[in-house]
């Protein structure tokens, strides 16, 4: 009886402290005179209108609308402050990094891609094509292939001499590829129809591969890494590399994701000091 009794007491004493306030103020009949009339807060409870599909609607525009000024206004800020990180005497890549909310272990859940930027990278990118086909050939050399072959381009490889940033090649050069496939590999270089490498017609492939286009692909911690362009180039170009490359990898990632925001990306020079931050949720 006597622990219930105390543990009464000690629920009760804010309401006793309480009571011993409001008796510490003026008597009730002072309250009713306009002299001595507290300010006593007045809060008036209003039920929320119903929201209908058009006001559902238009505000789902409006925190659109905010989230893509928000995000220009952002990225533009950190590619500033990126380029304010350069300190190389030459003219550094600015590169991105996404920090992706996948697993990157697991074989359904892998992200990879090519994407073709506005501006390009700055970059001149040798690129070779390998092919049986005579007319292929030509059509590549017209395109703006640096070098055209098969069983000499084949040899140049075997020997350790590979001066070509980009690798493409048709159905038919797949066999006698097959042999340097331990060389090109490791390399990220080896022709691929999962990775669109291995063309029908190498024509458009060499135009594009010329004009810019990029392969991304998360590595094991699930981060994508590429370049989206130079230190030299205007913040403009480089804002729209940055807009189509990062939409190139959110579209590439598994379906249950892509309404999730990524964990994180920062922007950064190949000889900067440290890296620049931008906000994922505006992406």
Known sequence: VAVMARLL?????????QAAALRSLAPRRAWLSTEAAPELPIILRTRKPP?????AKELQGAKLQDRREGRRTAVT???????ALAR???????????????????????V????TLPH????????AVFTKSEEQARLAREAG??????????????????PFDRCLATADAMPALAQVARVLGPRGLMPNPKRGTVVKDVGPAVAEAKAGQIEFKADRHGIVHATIG???????????NFDAAVEAVLAARPVAYRNKAPQSVALSTSMGRGSVPVDPTLL
């Open 51 to 55: 929201r209908t599909a058009a006001r």
């Open 145 to 162: 292939a640096d070098l055209v072959g098969l069983e000499d381009l084949v040899a140049r490889v075997k020997g350790g001499d590979i």
């Open 77 to 83: 800020e950190a590619l500033d402050a990126a380029k």
């Open 120 to 127: 390009g990278t700055g970059k001149k990118i040798v690129v």
């Open 112 to 115: 990879r891609g090519m994407v």
């Open 88 to 110: 190389a005497k030459f003219d550094e890549a600015v590169d991105m990094a996404v920090h992706l909310n996948v697993d990157a272990k697991r074989t359904d859940q892998r």
């Open 230 to 240: 130079r230190v030299s180039f205007p913040t403009e170009q480089l804002r729209a």
């Open 9 to 17: 007491a000690l629920r009760l004493r804010p309401l006793t402290m």
